[in-house]
């Protein structure tokens, strides 16, 4: 970030440039009620919206905090010139037809920046921003939103899309916001910076992202920080699943791990949650807002209906959040508050018997609320208000309060469900907010506002991750921190940091063992015997196995190893689809067969022992990200690997920790812990393995293009795991 936006988003005077657009945002902030000054600029205009209008900024009493500017490209350059001169606190640049546009708009952006100096500019192609706090809009466009109250807390909501800016400030679901940004092409301020600004409000409780890309990854990284602590939670939607996967190359890993997979790992790793609709992006604000982090998964809900209860109950399969048997004790105080007509489970269907009387309703939700759980919902629809009356839900709202009010001590998470955003009115919202209880639209969008918190909840719980090993080369990395260590160490030091026990921790060496001698600059794929060579050098167990070119050589190397063996066709990336391998072959005659089939195929074979009663097996793979650098894929393995999809992209560094639950996060899981009476699977060989993969790559980062292990077979409990497959594609031009 150039400089402090404090100024800029929180200004006392406002100066506006342009006309019809600057008219709009004098409007707009009269409408809020912003108590500061307005000086608008305008070559000819004696005054806009009835403010007296200033001929040029040199001619305003004193340097704004802030500045809209509405004038087109070129006019918006002479503008920032002007302000960064006066020692303004920083510009809002709406014309558009910058790096978006063409050539010229690219070399105009230039000079914006060139311009602006150390004056904070967001923008071009920008609406600005609404400041609900204190009622500061730099904005040229109607909006949905109410300034907060005084001491009121809100959201703050940073979107890339101008238009969905205003769709979110339009919405009707209660949430309050504190700040609405956008970020145009974020020539100067990108979304971490203003993301780092208004966490620091103390009037905001949480943030929610909406964004297309990532302005830094050291930058988004710091926002997970300050986030954590601050005990901020971070909501993320990022749009582009649906963009074409990069097409796979030589390696399985390459057609599983895309660049949305690699962005999610990044969300993930970060701590912030994820949310994938705009409705779960504001209902998650709210239970954020309100609540927090979740501490866990463990969900309570009651309904007088039956139906409401299923539908909670369904729509939970599938997820981490779930609803967990209540016991005896918890049975019991809920059976004394509601007789023996109605069955007690969770979720708690608790009938009609109790409706309209508030000190028996209050024993039933105070009784739920009492539970061992994380969250406890309550599902109710109201009747629609210009058709019906609601007086008969007023008991049952009361009795809500009331329970909160009564387990309060024990600090508990409640929310009001309504099944259908529809059927509440804001005004009940707002009053359940004030008590600390969230009202959220939608079962599904309350249980995915659940489980992101949770994992939110989660994810702070862990030590915080490494900063991503991005692709920025070795030397773009010692530039930018000032570190000329003759070693060629990788440093992620920020610049001038002094080398310490933290730092040399980031600090990641090269190892001392070479890779082959290429005799030209491009990518080479690595045959599997010199793959697997080069994975033994570095701790990652391979089967005992050797390169034959005769039949009479393979006969005594499987004679030496040890039946049964495998015997494959070197130089095939896809052998199982080439038909270039041969497996359990039990003797001397089969071996001979196979021998013949395949050195047609190659003039080098490779002949290698069977690994022994595979408990499961699994890909481990690495392949390049243009914003991520190497980005590693974990899941099942086999022949079905494109099919199942089952698998975890993880960004390096990871932790032992992290990449041991990715593996039990896999369907495949169920196999490692010992399926239906199977051996348990050995997991820590299997860790241990992916560790060393990881080592190796993070060694040969600059080299390294994509790596592939399908399949790791993983043994059952102390016999090890073992790279049955391999394929390396390195890069000699680095």
Not at 265 to 291: D, M, N, Q, Y
Not at 367 to 396: K, N, Q, S, Y
Request: hydrophobic share 45%; proline share 5%.
């Amino acid at each position: 970030m150039k400089s402090d936006l404090s100024r800029l988003l929180r200004p006392r005077t406002i100066a506006v440039v342009g006309g019809a657009f600057a008219a709009m945002v004098i409007r707009q902030c009269r409408l809020m009620n912003f108590d500061g000054e307005i000086w608008p600029v305008h070559p000819t205009k004696d005054a806009i919206e009835g403010v007296p209008a200033f001929r040029s900024i040199d001619e305003l009493p004193a340097a704004p905090d802030a500045t809209f500017i509405g004038v087109n490209r070129h006019l918006t350059l002479e503008i920032v010139a002007a302000l960064a001169k006066r020692g303004a606190g920083g510009a809002v640049c709406y014309a558009s037809g910058f790096l978006e546009a063409d050539s010229e708009g690219a070399s105009l952006q230039a000079e914006l920046v060139k311009v602006a100096g150390e004056m904070p500019i967001l923008g071009p192609n920008c609406y600005g921003f609404i400041n609900y706090v204190d009622g500061a809009l730099l904005w040229p466009d109607q909006h949905g939103g109410r300034r907060l109250a005084p001491d009121e807390q809100g959201v703050a909501i940073i979107t890339q899309s101008s238009n969905i800016a205003i769709n979110l400030s339009m919405q009707r679901r209660g949430l309050p916001i504190a700040f609405m940004l956008t970020a145009g092409n974020q020539a100067m301020v990108g979304l971490s910076d203003m993301a780092l600004a208004v966490l620091d409000n103390p009037r905001v409780t949480c943030l929610g992202m909406h964004i297309e890309g990532f302005d830094s990854l050291a930058g988004m990284e710091a926002v997970a920080r300050k986030a954590r602590q601050l005990n901020k939670p971070v909501v993320i939607l990022k749009v582009g699943k649906s963009e074409q996967a990069q097409q796979a190359t030589l390696s399985h890993t390459a057609s599983l791990a895309g660049a949305h997979a690699a962005s999610q790992a990044f969300i993930e790793r970060l701590g912030f949650g994820r949310v994938e609709t705009l409705p779960a992006f504001l209902e998650t604000l709210k239970l954020l807002h309100v609540h927090g982090a979740l501490l866990g998964y463990r969900l309570g809900s009651m309904s007088c209906s039956g139906g409401e209860a299923s539908l909670v109950a369904d729509a939970a399969q599938g997820k981490k959040i779930h609803f967990p048997v209540l016991s005896a004790a918890e049975k019991s105080v809920l059976n004394e508050a509601l007789g023996p007509m109605v069955t007690v489970n969770n979720p708690l269907d608790y009938h009609t018997y109790v409706w309209g009387d508030v000190a028996k309703m209050t024993r039933v939700y105070a009784g739920m609320l009492a539970v061992d759980t994380d969250l406890t919902l309550l599902i109710m629809d109201l009747p629609r208000a210009d058709r019906c009356t609601a007086e008969g839900w007023e008991p049952a709202f009361l009795a809500f309060e009331a329970a909160v009010a009564e387990t309060v001590a024990k600090k508990v998470c409640a929310v009001l469900t309504v099944s259908l955003p529809e059927n509440i009115p804001e005004a009940i919202i707002q009053r359940f907010m004030e008590q600390g209880i969230a009202v959220i639209g939608g079962i599904e969008e309350t249980l995915i506002a659940a489980e992101v918190a949770a994992n939110i909840g989660q994810a702070w719980k862990r030590p915080e991750a490494m900063p991503v090993m991005s692709s920025v080369k070795k030397a773009d990395q010692l530039a930018a921190c000032n570190h000329n260590d003759p070693s060629g160490e990788l440093c992620r030091r920020s610049p001038g940091e002094s080398l310490n026990e933290t730092s040399a921790e980031l600090c990641i060496a090269h190892t001392n063992k070479p890779l082959p001698k290429l005799s030209k600059p491009v990518s080479v794929t690595l045959d599997e015997a010199t793959a697997k060579a080069v994975f033994k050098a570095n701790g990652i167990a391979v089967p005992q196995g050797q390169t034959v070119h005769s039949l009479n050589e393979a006969t005594a190397a499987a004679e030496a190893i040890g039946y049964p063996i495998a015997l494959k066709a070197l130089g095939i990336a896809h052998k199982t689809e080439a038909n270039a391998v041969r497996l359990n072959l039990q003797n001397s005659q089969q071996l001979s067969e196979a021998f013949a089939d395949l050195q047609h195929l190659s003039e080098d074979l490779y002949l290698e022992a069977m690994v022994q009663r595979p408990v499961a097996e699994l890909i481990v793979g690495l392949s390049r990200d243009p914003l991520f650098g190497l980005v590693m894929t974990i899941g099942a393995g086999g022949i079905l690997v494109e099919l199942l999809q089952d698998n975890v992209t993880l960004l390096l560094p990871s932790s032992r920790e992290v990449i041991d639950e990715a593996l039990g996060s896999l369907k495949a899981a169920a196999l490692l812990r010992g399926y239906r009476g199977k051996p348990v699977a050995d997991m820590a060989a299997a860790v241990d393995a992916i560790i060393n993969i990881q080592q190796y790559a993070l060694s040969h980062a600059d080299q390294l293009q994509e790596l592939d292990i399908n399949p790791l077979m993983v043994c059952e409990a102390g016999a090890g795991a073992y790279a049955a497959d391999a394929l390396i594609v390195i890069n000699s031009d680095s």
